[in-house]
């Protein structure tokens, strides 16, 4: 149990599956007793929910169908956290598209701009939401006791990256652009709250055993599957458990001194492509 899990109120977007989906589970593993659980998909949502609450009976989960690429959503999105909770207090901006396999000159440009407005634009709108609401609220305090070591907890935001965040995957330009353009925002908006007791993190999964990846959704062939195992020192892919493990620390009391770290969760896979 994280004893500022335990205080505060959690946010997860992309929650109705795979990575979304566990990091809501993990939340509630650590003692988050209020989230909510935000997505397109209500029947995935739904599906969150029982699985939330089967292994926490004290977490209370409210759904909320948003596009992140829509401010007005967004911005609902918060309110609703708000009007049902009273705050909000952890944030995994976690909702994402996959695009894969394909060159620059190959890409259709309205996939593109569709990838940009989920996984680039997405970030920053819920960002800017969220930080609003983290600026207005009265911080969380954990000092126990001993005001030398005194913690303050406005908020945190963790932002769902890539592998292709800090790496040159080929065929995956376009992917790559975004996903380097959210660790760069992730720097510079942890370097901007921290003052203010926010902490904005970033977590990077290399391929990971999701339904976007599995069920093809990443346009992904079976050729690019077994190959993205070999370029892992495990030889393995990443599991979305521990994606959401990674989350949850980042969130909570044992990463009080953390803010502005990209976090590579990839089975080692970003040792073969540092650039």
Known sequence: ????????????????????????????QQGCTKILCVDLND????????????VSSATE?????????????????????????????????N????????????????LYEK??????????????YEVQQMLKQEPLDWSQGDERKQRVFRGSIVNTCSLSGTASVPTLSCYNSVKHAVVSMTKVDARQYAPQGIRINAVSPGFTLTPMLMGGG?????????GSKAQSPMNRLTFPE???????????FRASGI????????????????I
């Not at 029947?43 to 089967?54: C, D, I, R, S």
């Not at 990443?218 to 077994?226: I, T």
């Not at 493990?245 to 980042?250: I, R, S």
């Not at 803010?259 to 540092?274: E, Q, R």
Request: with cysteine; charged share 20%.
């Open 242 to 252: 521990e994606v959401a493990e990674t989350v949850c620390f980042l969130s909570g």
């Open 95 to 110: 909702a994402g598209i996959g695009l894969g396999g394909t060159r620059t000159h190959e890409t259709d440009v309205a």
């Open 61 to 93: 989960v409210a759904l909320y169908l948003a596009d992140v690429s829509d401010s007005k959503s967004v911005k609902g999105m918060v309110d609703e956290c708000v009007s049902r909770f009273g705050r909000l207090d952890f944030a995994a901006n």
């Open 218 to 226: 990443a346009g992904l062939s079976e050729d690019f599957y077994d």
């Open 43 to 54: 029947a995935g949502l739904q599906e969150t929910k029982k699985l939330v609450e089967k």
């Open 1 to 28: 149990m994280d004893p500022i899990l335990q205080k505060g109120v959690g946010l997860v977007t992309g929650a109705a599956s795979g990575m979304g989906q566990q990091i809501a589970i993990k939340l509630a």
């Open 115 to 128: 990838l940009y407005r989920v996984n680039e634009k997405g970030v920053y709108l819920c960002t800017k």
């Open 259 to 274: 803010t502005g770290v990209n976090l590579h969760v990839d089975a080692g896979a970003s040792l073969f492509h540092v």
